[in-house]
């Protein structure tokens, strides 16, 4: 019997959630060149601005703690850089309320964003307009900013909330009727999700952290013999450092908002220029003036013996004193050897010489695929040395730099010149005609317009012709039984 094959699946679970160290450290907004403060504070804010429009719009706390999740578990994979603070707060927020089963429309989350940040920053409050482009463009960014939060995530946005595992604990402590510990507790696991210890550690951990932080200030002892933590599964060591951590958040200042998106512009303009300095470089190394000289032993340079010059016809006398000793060294060997030689061209001097079989230089990749994909005439076509090479291998040879024309060197007609000239001729006659159809299609639409108002024109008189000619036909009745002779009718 043969065994049972085991296939790929897809293993969901908080295990996967939990970030490793290395990507702590070095996260994609660190890589773009900002620091770790600026990045904490981006964080705070956008977690505070999430849990503010939650209560705005009555959402669940679990919604928005969901919310919040998503959004640390996001930009530890993508950068602050790149993906706007703002737009992505409210994905999380329009996507958590559909996981908790408590949607709101998106209208009501980009309207209350707006009135939040124009309340922070002290301007006067005006709502948006309704149909006007601002409010367009901040839907289809937010939806578009959705789909790259499920596609980063894998679709894994299932959270597991402490918030239970508190008043479990409680009860297992025998402090369930102190409301006052629960409460506080409660609020250090609502101000944890600022941080990034949901993404760290495990449930059971932050809410034992969050219930030894609130027992020490209001000084209730909790059992050390044994330790009250182990029975949960959690470390004195993950514990300390969770408080230490929501201690460092209540001493930082908060910064509003418009001053850390202008400071992540000024990073997002160094980015773009560091990009653009790269292309540059790297549309440098493609040309050929950046390359090394040809290797004289590279097979795809050609050689053209004395022996094949005669036999077409052509000088026998070297271009060069470096061919005048290798004459002698000629036989009719080559000539059987070589089935097919290249055509050949006359170099400056008059004399025909052996074309390179390589259509611009015998470099590889002078230039990209791209360039020649999109049409574009890359600057390696521009001035074209192509280099010969005279005589034969085992007599000694020599390069020749043989400039060529583009048409004698066989490229494609699309890099010359001509070809430019011609393509903005295409250009402006395509233009033309696209006018010229504009100008039909508008003398076409007049011309049904006139003709179904004359066609309306001439239902109405057609109808009064109707009406005047009963009314004739009435009066002529009447006229006729008028008369003396018919009167006794």
């Known amino acids: ?58 959402l669940p706390q679990v919604a928005m703690a969901t919310a919040q999740v998503l959004f640390q578990r996001y930009y530890y994979a993508k950068s602050f850089v790149k993906y706007h603070i703002q737009y992505m707060a409210m994905a999380c927020l329009f996507l958590s309320s559909k996981i908790e089963e408590d949607c709101r429309r998106l209208r009501d989350v980009i309207n209350v964003f707006h009135h939040l940040k124009q309340k922070r920053m002290g301007r006067p409050i005006e709502p948006m307009e309704y149909m006007g482009e601002e409010y367009f ?22 959270v597991k909330h402490p918030h239970k595992l508190i008043i479990t604990y409680l009860q297992i402590l025998g402090l369930e009727k102190n409301a006052i510990l629960g409460q506080k507790a409660w609020n250090f696991m609502n101000d944890s999700l600022r941080t990034n210890v949901f993404v760290r550690y495990s449930p059971e951990t932050i809410a034992c ?42 001493l930082r200042p908060m910064r509003q908002l ?18 653009i300095e790269i ?3 790297n549309l440098k190394l493609e040309l050929p003036g950046s390359m090394d000289s040809p290797n004289p032993t590279s097979p795809s340079v050609q050689t053209v013996t004395q022996s094949q010059l005669s036999s077409r016809g052509g000088s026998s006398q070297p271009t060069s004193d470096a061919h005048k000793g290798g004459g002698s060294h000629e036989s009719g060997e080559d000539d059987k050897g070589s089935k097919s030689t290249p055509p050949l061209v006359e170099n400056g001097q008059g004399k025909p010489v052996q074309r390179s079989r390589s259509p611009v230089s015998p470099h590889k990749d002078t230039a990209s695929t791209s360039d020649r994909s999109h049409g574009t005439t890359p600057q390696a076509y521009k001035s074209i040395d ?91 009745e009447r006229d006729y039984s008028n008369r003396p002779y018919n009167r006794h009718r």
């Open 1 to 58: 019997m043969e065994p049972i094959k085991e296939f790929s699946r897809t293993v969901l679970s908080l295990d996967n959630c939990i970030i490793p160290t290395e990507r702590l450290l070095e996260t994609p907004s660190i890589k773009d060149g900002m620091n770790h403060d600026l990045e904490t504070d981006l964080r705070i804010v956008g977690c505070e601005y999430i849990q503010s429009a939650g209560l705005l719009l009555k």
């Open 137 to 158: 463009k901040s839907k289809n960014t937010v939806i578009k900013y959705e789909r790259y939060l499920l596609k980063e995530l894998g679709f894994c946005v299932h």
């Open 209 to 250: 952290a969050c219930i030894s932080l609130a027992a020490r200030q209001l000084q209730i002892p909790l059992p050390q013999k044994p330790a009250w933590w182990l029975l949960f599964d959690a470390e004195y060591k993950d514990i300390q450092t969770i408080c230490k951590e929501l201690t460092a958040l209540y």
């Open 258 to 275: 418009e001053d850390l998106e202008n400071e992540v512009a000024m990073l997002r303009e160094e980015l773009t220029k560091k990009q």
């Open 279 to 281: 292309k540059e470089v």
């Open 386 to 476: 192509c280099p010969i090479r005279i005589g034969n291998e085992d007599s000694g040879s020599e390069l020749v730099n043989s400039p060529l024309s583009l048409k004698e060197n066989g490229l494609p007609k699309r890099y010359s010149k001509d070809y430019e000239n011609d393509r903005d001729a295409r250009k402006k006659r395509h233009s033309r005609h696209k006018e010229r159809r504009e100008r039909h299609h508008q003398r076409s639409a007049s011309r049904e317009r006139r003709h179904h108002r004359h066609h309306r024109e001439k239902e109405h008189h057609k109808v009064e012709r109707i009406v005047s000619y009963t009314d004739r036909d009435r009066d002529h």
